[in-house]
């Protein structure tokens, strides 16, 4: 069965910092993987995803995951960190084969000025 | 164009009564799906529906929760003689493959 961890409840950064928000994973076969924003009072919204191809996949707002085959993980990062990318941010995985999409417990980003 | 619409945004009601809770997915999105949001908690899968297939139902909590999607496009998710563990909010996505979700604003549950 597919499952996701991300194993902090919340990150703390300073503003200008670079930050990581992990996430590791567990699926048969080929591994879709996504990471949504939830802004406070807003909807989630669609970061980026790793489909296939580089490792490296860049998305909205400067941000970027480096999907890792042999750790099984797809940690989010950016190089420097703003105070309005603090929000509650989700890993999910999607089996090949399906559409049923889990999502992992979330992570709340913190940026102090 | 139009996003995913979700009605009603609240809803508070008595233990015991019924709920439905709809959804109005990005028009020509083939797959839809149902999560359920807790306070301080994660997403939680509940149910999607791709095209003609069967939905896959297997994260529905119990058997007072079902979901239909008429016409390949609206649906609803009913929960029967509500409990107050189903406080939660209720969040409907649309794709159009198995890829990017959009989201909607979702609806939120109380039960008094």
């Known amino acids: 069965a597919q499952s996701v961890a991300q194993p902090e409840d919340q990150v703390n950064v300073a503003e200008g910092n670079p930050l990581t928000v992990k996430c590791t994973y567990s699926?048969?076969?080929?591994?879709?993987l996504f990471w949504y924003v939830q802004y406070p009072n807003r909807g989630l919204q669609f970061l980026l995803k790793?489909?296939?191809?580089?490792?490296l996949v860049k998305g909205s707002y400067g941000f970027e995951a480096e999907f890792n085959k042999s750790q099984t993980s797809f940690h989010l990062k950016k190089p420097s960190a703003l105070v309005s990318d603090s929000a509650l941010y989700f890993c999910?995985?999607?089996?090949?084969?399906?559409?049923?999409?889990?999502f992992g417990a979330g992570t709340r980003l913190f940026v102090k000025a | 164009g139009a996003g995913v619409s979700q009605s009603p945004s609240n809803k508070v009601t008595e233990k015991g009564k019924d709920v439905e809770l709809r959804c109005d997915p990005i028009?020509?999105?083939?797959?839809l799906y149902w999560y359920r949001q807790s306070l301080g908690q994660g997403l939680e899968f509940l149910i999607y529906?791709?095209?003609?297939?069967?939905?896959?139902k297997s994260g529905l909590p119990s058997d007072r929760f079902s979901a239909e999607r008429t016409g390949g496009s609206v649906s609803t998710l009913t929960i029967q003689r509500t409990q107050q563990e189903d406080s939660a909010v209720y969040l409907c996505?649309?794709?159009?493959?198995?890829?990017?979700?959009?989201f909607g604003p979702g609806t939120r549950l109380t039960v008094l």
């Open positions: 790793y489909i296939t191809g580089d490792n």
């Open positions: 699926v048969s076969g080929n591994p879709y």
């Open positions: 529906f791709q095209g003609n297939s069967a939905p896959d």
């Open positions: 996505a649309s794709s159009s493959s198995p890829d990017t979700q959009y």
């Open positions: 028009s020509g999105h083939t797959a």
């Open positions: 999910a995985v999607r089996d090949y084969r399906g559409f049923k999409t889990i």
